[in-house]
């Protein structure tokens, strides 16, 4: 609750345990088995920043966050807690908070796009759960892709790439290396799994606007962004991946400001192991890097987990905000996790820490928080202030209700397919064969019969035959160009082209060597301009 300026997160009956709003960026962490108050912790957080004008972004993990979309309730343990702390002569008022929700599906929010590119080989290939051969053969489709000018906006853009550079492997063997067969199946093969799993709902245009998650309502409150992962954590490498990407994307395009008196955008990462299971450590470094300087362009990053040994040491130490809720230690591998958790706590001398921690009530917490000298306090069993706004989840009519008034529903609502590496390349092959585009050839070439509109000639429905090499034999460019005219039409063609067609050929190929020139890739391998 906000209040006095700062954030009361919790109490007891000697002690009230604040957050200050000025240290609010200095990353913290949420930890505590199941059903011990994660959830109301970060509700109650969320409120706080809301209330202090600091936009949120959280995912919805079992759609219980949603409620704070809807006014509190004065019932059972909610009204008993506000009662025992005098908790409404600070502020406390049942009500509820301004949100929007957001869905990488599209079914229960906003639905969130980004395009291929802008993801990256690196955190594509973690989606995609590939090798690091497959990942070489990916990064040389980027690579070509970036340096030739062609967006790969979809997934269809990108089978296209792929399969463009397998066919024309001599040509870029020489310069990226080699380029194997086998491993575009497997990718192909993965992308198929991706789009069963939503792929092809999340990666397309209109690609987000960061700026988006970074506004206010008319009151001035943060406009708290919910993201619904209910079906999404099915897919924990999607669901992980995507919150890597959007933070590192927060920390590319957002300036640098330094120490503010609060943060521009606070991000909490639910099942924050998801992020570190199985990372590589040069991958671990990039985070490392990521979360260490991300704080300077005022956003707080705050992992929550059951416990905190899920988090490598290198990034919890950056973590100086601290709530760590009840641990069962039934086994030594718990009760190693429980000592962990107690040593990350500057010890307090009437209790003892590891006790505690197995013996927290629900909605309790031991709470160390940075004071205003930026050091950590020393722990403190509180509990934790509950919310003000609804507990618990909300029915989809109310949803609908608030996705239907949404300021961003227009802008995102549909999506859109522009001219992207798939039509380039169709086009692109019309130039290699034909060795230049003529007004008459574009006036004659019947848009109808193009693969995109034909199901039978798309490249993602062409049967494939089997190599007797463990792979599947990728569909050619040129089969998938059957409509391109005769070599002897194209002559024709070519001799009558006229200057303007020379000029306009030209033109198009600047720009795309121009476009080229201005893609650069991120710390994760995301896709910023010069």
Known sequence: MYTDGKILVGCNDNTEVYLLPKLANRHGVIAGATGTGKTVTVKTLSEAFSDMGVPVFLADMKGDVAGL????????????????????????????????????????????????????????????????AQQGVLNIVFRVADEEGLLIIDIK????????????KDKYQPKYGNVDTRSANTIIRALLTLEDQGGNQFFGEPALDLNDLIQCDDQGRGIINILDAVKLSLYPDLYSTFLLWLMSKLYESLPEVGDLEKPKLVFFFDEAHLLFNNLSPVFLQ?????????????????????NPADIPDAILSQLGNRIQHSLRAYTPKDQKGVKVAAESFRENPEFSTVDAISNLEIGEALVSLLDEKGVPEIVQKVYILPPQSYLGSIDDEYRNQINMYSVYKQKYAESFDRESAYESLLQRMNIDANEIITQEANAEYNPQNTPQNNPQNNPQNAPTEDTGQGGLKLPSMGDILNNIPTQTQTKRRSNASSPLDKVVTTATTTIAREVSKQIVRGILGNMKTK
């Open 69 to 132: 979309a809807k006014v509190g309730e004065a019932t059972g343990k909610v009204q008993e807690r506000v009662e025992q702390y005098s908790l409404q002569e600070k502020g406390f008022s049942y009500r509820s908070f301004p949100v929007e929700f957001w869905d990488l599906l599209g079914e229960k929010g906003l639905p969130i796009r980004v395009t291929i590119s802008e993801i990256g080989p690196l955190l594509l290939s973690r989606i995609l759960n590939l090798t690091d």
């Open 157 to 168: 853009d990108l089978k296209s790439m792929i399969n463009y550079v397998t066919e024309n």
């Open 286 to 306: 990039k985070i490392d890097q990521i979360i260490r300087l991300i704080r300077s362009k005022g956003i707080g990053i705050y992992f929550i987990s059951q």
